[in-house]
């Protein structure tokens, strides 16, 4: 599976940025898809996730902001992120997992996000 992040940019904040994830490959076999972010100094940390059925999660720091949509016609993730903060500001990850006897998961190229005061 390889997937192809696109979208990041500058913002300012309460605006608003939409990031969208293609993933190419064995893409019949991707149970979730995700995004995940790291900001300068800290650890990578989990966003939202989608299944392939539609069930989403976020991180109770994005919830009621941030909303991530699957097109599965298309194979693309999508993070619509309103109401921006600074503290949003870092580099966001698209994640696939293939779910059998263990997990295989699979990293895309990050994209800056970075929200300005």
């Known amino acids: 599976v390889q997937l192809q992040a696109s979208g990041g940019g500058l913002v300012q904040t309460g605006g608003s940025l939409e990031l969208s994830c293609a993933a190419s490959?064995?893409?019949?076999?991707?149970?979730?898809m995700a995004w995940y972010r790291q900001a300068p100094g800290k650890e990578r940390e989990f966003v939202a996730t989608i299944t392939r059925r539609g069930l989403t999660n976020y991180a109770d720091s994005v919830k009621d902001r941030f909303t991530i949509s699957l097109d599965n016609a298309e194979h693309t993730v999508s993070l619509q992120m309103n109401n921006l903060k600074p503290e949003d500001t870092a580099v966001y990850y698209c994640n696939s997992k293939i779910v059998g006897l263990s997990i295989t998961s699979y990293w895309g190229k990050g994209t800056q996000v970075t929200v300005s005061s």
């Open positions: 490959g064995s893409v019949s076999s991707i149970d979730v």
